[in-house]
């Protein structure tokens, strides 16, 4: 996967997943998703913290794994200042006891950032997707991976990021709901 959005651009929704070991449950990575049966309280409480970070922005993906009191958080953020608070809300999590930061911060760039600008306008400026996607309090689709629901939505999105200028290819990793 390449970093620089100049050349790959990435899409879907908001990706804050719990995995518990080393497995990823692809049907409960979005916090618009009733928690997963069996999710510990640790689980929904750091679920809880990384949606309230200030910064915690379309732009980024955040996603993280529970083993026991162990959380390991991964992802992709634009910011480092939101790797280090992701890191420091996990840690005070009550029943947390080691917190494993393996978030990757994006490499500034004003022209990926203008392509984040571009494909956010083209995504969320198509009325048939800002009415589903973009009146909630966390817009559910983000520039990087996730769920939307429906296949004609996933095209749609395909097709509109696509035609973004400066952008050379698109890799659309957004999973249909239910599938």
């Given amino acids: 996967m ?11 929704t908001l990706t804050l997943c719990v995995c518990f070991g080393a497995e990823h449950d692809k049907n409960h990575n979005d916090v618009f998703v009733p928690s997963p049966a069996g999710e510990t309280n640790i689980a929904r ?15 980024d993906d955040l996603a993280f794994f529970v083993a026991g009191s162990t959380v390991t958080l991964v992802g992709e953020v634009t910011r480092p200042t939101l790797k280090s608070d992701a890191e420091n809300v996990a840690k005070h999590v009550e029943g947390v006891t080691q917190v494993i930061n393996n978030i990757e911060v994006l490499p500034p760039s004003p022209m990926d950032d203008q392509i984040r600008l571009a494909e956010y306008r083209t995504i969320y400026g198509d009325p048939a997707l ?3 996607y973009g009146f909630r309090a966390l817009p559910s689709i983000h520039i990087l991976e996730g769920v939307v629901s429906n296949e004609g939505d996933k095209n749609l999105i395909n097709v509109r990021a696509n035609g973004v200028p400066n952008v050379f290819s ?5 999973q249909v709901e239910g599938s």
Avoid: W
């Fill in 45 to 59: 409480e750091v679920r809880h913290q990384l949606v309230m970070l200030p910064y915690y922005g379309i732009f």
């Fill in 170 to 174: 698109v890799t659309n990793n957004l």
């Fill in 130 to 132: 800002s009415t589903r």
């Fill in 2 to 12: 390449t970093k620089n959005l100049g050349i790959t651009v990435l899409l879907a």
